[in-house]
């Protein structure tokens, strides 16, 4: 399958293609997951392709993926929240790298599990079952954004891996000035 221009008519996407892109993901050395990514991302491109994206939720993705029993609670264990977290950006990093040129996309959305499947720059969710002689589901075209660039997630994380660190140096400097300054206050005079 080819990439298609935006002026060209998009076609749908179809379920053996998206599995041809997730095993050319995995194959590739710049898709940097580990193994819980790796299944995360299996089962939730295979739930959303079989149609089953409505009961895709966090418990239930703990208890599938991650081996969590029925009383799991993503308040005490975010392994879900984590796992999705960390795919996401190994997938921006693969397509900005080894995947540029792929005809297909595969992302997953920042505020959930699901994920949606680009062709060149359109994005597509998945729809019904194509007639064919092999019945899989095929995706249709949505109005979805197009995927987060690396540029934003680096600025963030550069924020983050920056900022946090240096407000917690401040707070500690700040609680250690007033005690310092009687001490210094006491030695001049």
Known sequence: MTPQDDESPR???EARDIY???DRIFDSVEF??????????????????AGRQEHLDVRTIAQFVFDRDSS???????????????TRRALVRYYL???KDNPIRIVIAKTGCIPSFHQGNAA?????????????PSATASQDPPAPSEESL??????LSIGVPL???AIIILALVKPLRSVFFHLIV
């Open 11 to 13: 076609t749908p996407l």
């Open 20 to 22: 041809r892109e997730l």
């Open 32 to 49: 940097q997951a580990f193994d819980r990514g790796r299944r995360f991302l299996k089962y939730v491109v295979g739930e959303v392709l």
């Open 72 to 86: 799991y609670d993503a308040e005490d264990d975010p392994v879900v929240r984590i796992e999705a977290g960390r």
């Open 97 to 99: 790298t080894a995947g």
């Open 124 to 136: 597509f969710a998945p729809g019904e079952a194509h007639s064919g002689e092999d019945d899989l």
């Open 154 to 159: 680096s600025y963030r994380d550069m924020l």
């Open 167 to 169: 407000g917690l140096v």
